[in-house]
């Protein structure tokens, strides 16, 4: 039901955007996050935001990576800017069934993306 898209390989310093699309009933009253996982490291959350429009960003991409939704085409976006070479990953996107007007910090969804990589070069 998630469809990820838009990764690829980029220079240091440079941008990309990441793509989700969600089918099905499930979008409305759902948070939606971006999650990364780089090679024997945890997943981790880079990206979240409610149905609502409440956001949230893990430090680590505050500043340079923003999330956005398009609630009528079920939408979520992921523009990074700014790359390094230390956010090579894995990149996934995920749905969390919720009724909350605000966004939580939390790694437990429902749905999960295929997963798109990333590749920073130096």
């Known amino acids: 039901q998630l469809q990820a898209s838009g990764g690829g390989l980029v220079q240091a310093g440079g941008s990309l955007r990441l793509a989700c699309a969600a089918s099905?009933?499930?979008?409305?009253?759902?948070?939606m996050g971006w999650f990364r996982q780089a090679p024997g490291k945890e997943r981790e959350l880079l990206a979240a935001?409610?149905?609502?429009?409440?956001?949230l960003h893990a430090d680590s991409v505050k500043g340079r990576f923003t999330i956005s939704r398009d609630n009528a085409k079920n939408t979520v976006d992921l523009q990074m800017n700014s790359l390094k070479p230390e956010d090579t990953a894995v990149y996934y996107c995920?749905?969390?069934?919720?009724?909350?007007?605000?966004?939580?910090?939390?790694?437990?969804?429902?749905?999960w993306g295929q997963g798109t990589q990333v590749t920073v070069s130096s």
């Open positions: 995920a749905l969390r069934r919720s009724g909350a007007r605000v966004v939580l910090p939390t790694t437990t969804y429902d749905y």
């Open positions: 099905g009933r499930t979008f409305s009253n759902s948070d």
């Open positions: 935001m409610s149905w609502s429009g409440s956001r």
